[in-house]
């Protein structure tokens, strides 16, 4: 396979559509190291759909040196279409695919990456291999990077959000997302510089983390509202206000009068 037709390829089409503003505005927006044309995720993702499809199948070794090459590119649209070539493959990631799945969350910078990566691709290899994969979320739950603890829960959100995820797997996904976010509901645990970057300061790191607590919950609270009231009011004390919010947000007004 010729790698480097496919990445000259997206390069050509991703200049000819360049916007310099839009790339002004969005690196700031994400506070990124990275270069950008300026492409909007709806247009990287139909030029990508459209050429991955005319390419026609390819193997996993294959699948995976193209990302490596969009991935150490300088620029955040080709860092993109590595995510959208994964994307297109989703269905066949398995746990053979999680070292390099791994890379890639160790290597972002930017939560639009973090977040893709880890509900989908770690999220698509965790209903097939949990077991296995759980592994990995106790292991990064504890990584002196906050991106990574972030991706340790949200890696079990399509689980615990989807209505149809099995009831076992749910359960597993669940205690497990409690032990991992009740471990971090105490801040001072981890240090001011494993909350920071070198573009992001603590309070960005705080925020993420508390989000995702946050976030995970509100989701899970749709179909399992009890197990959401049953976290809340016994870690109340220690939850952020952010996270409180968020977990409580979508519960009905008579689960309400549930919290204490």
């Not at 989908?120 to 990584?143: M, P, Q, R």
């Not at 001072?188 to 309070?203: L, N, V």
Request: proline letters at 1%.
């Amino acid at each position: 396979m010729d790698y480097s037709k496919t990445i000259n390829y997206f390069k050509s089409e991703y200049k000819k559509i360049a916007n310099k503003d839009r790339a002004i505005n969005e690196k700031k927006y994400l506070k990124s190291p990275f270069k950008f044309y300026g492409v909007s995720m709806w247009d990287s993702r139909k030029i990508s759909k459209k050429y991955f499809k005319e390419l026609g199948d390819m193997s996993k070794k294959d699948m995976w040196n193209l990302v490596d090459l969009f991935w150490n590119s300088n620029y955040h649209e080709l860092r993109r279409t590595g995510m959208h070539l994964i994307s297109y493959y989703q269905n066949k990631l398995d746990i053979d695919d999680i070292n390099n799945v791994e890379k890639l969350l160790m290597t972002s910078t930017n939560w639009d990456q973090i977040d893709e990566i880890s509900a989908h691709f770690v999220g698509e290899i965790l209903t097939k291999n949990w077991n296995e994969g759980s592994i990995y979320l106790i292991k990064w739950s504890a990584d002196k990077n906050f991106w990574m603890r972030r991706s340790s829960m949200l890696s079990m959100l399509i689980i615990i959000r989807d209505k149809n995820t099995d009831i076992k797997l749910y359960e597993k996904s669940r205690d497990l997302f409690f032990k991992i976010s009740v471990g971090m509901l105490d801040e001072s645990i981890f240090s001011d510089e494993e909350y920071t970057t070198e573009i992001m300061p603590k309070k960005m790191g705080l925020f993420f983390i508390r989000k995702c607590i946050g976030w995970v919950l509100r989701d899970m609270s749709k179909y399992h509202p009890d197990d959401v009231i049953k976290y809340v009011n016994t870690n109340k004390e220690m939850m952020s206000g952010l996270s409180y919010k968020e977990a409580t947000r979508k519960l009905s007004d008579e689960d309400k009068k549930k919290l204490i």
